[in-house]
């Protein structure tokens, strides 16, 4: 498959709908994502906007929150495909669980390559932050996203139970 017309962006008034449709996308497939952020995405979605930008530039965090920038895997400037938070810096926790990466694909674009364009996309972000190595975690029994980090130069560091989640992962660094 050719993944072509592929761009990250920040969101913008115009993607107000591809939102809600990715939004319904993880519901359909029993996934529900975005719940605490539904409302304001339906609202005031200017103001959900703007709480991402104010996030990246480390303005109004909740304690142990870093900076992060919320990017968005758009095909054709339209259609929203996933999405990619890239923390700025990384606190203990982080350390263990989350690192500076996560990413997510809509369910029915799953298996196409998009989440490996995504981290590309995103570490790409990263190496413009000044970031030199980047730390990505993930459930070790979460094939698709180990596969992800793979073909993106992943190099696993080790595999712990997650004192977040309870489940075990992986940690992997990625040089850029």
């Known amino acids: 498959m050719v993944l072509t017309n592929l761009s990250l962006i920040k969101l913008a008034s115009e993607h107000k709908q591809s939102l809600l449709s990715l939004v319904e996308d993880f519901h359909s497939a029993g996934e529900y994502r975005f719940q605490s952020d539904l ?3 339906h ?7 703007q709480r991402l930008l104010a996030m990246e530039a480390g303005v109004g965090l909740s304690k142990g929150m870093v900076p992060q920038t919320t990017l968005w895997l758009v095909r054709d400037n339209t259609y929203l495909i996933g999405k990619s938070h890239l923390r700025h810096q990384l ?6 669980h989350g690192g500076h990466i996560g990413y997510i694909v809509r369910p029915s674009e799953r298996g196409r390559g998009y989440g490996t364009r995504l981290l590309k996309l995103t570490l790409g972000k990263a190496r413009d932050l000044g970031l030199s190595r980047i730390l990505i975690t993930c459930d070790t029994d979460n094939i698709p996203s180990v596969r992800v980090i793979g073909k993106n130069g992943g190099v696993l560091e080790n595999q712990l139970i997650s004192n977040v989640s309870g489940v075990m992962i992986s940690r992997y660094w990625i040089y850029l």
């Open 91 to 96: 606190t203990p926790t982080l350390k263990h």
């Open 39 to 41: 409302e304001q995405i």
């Open 43 to 49: 609202n005031d979605f200017d103001v959900y906007t």
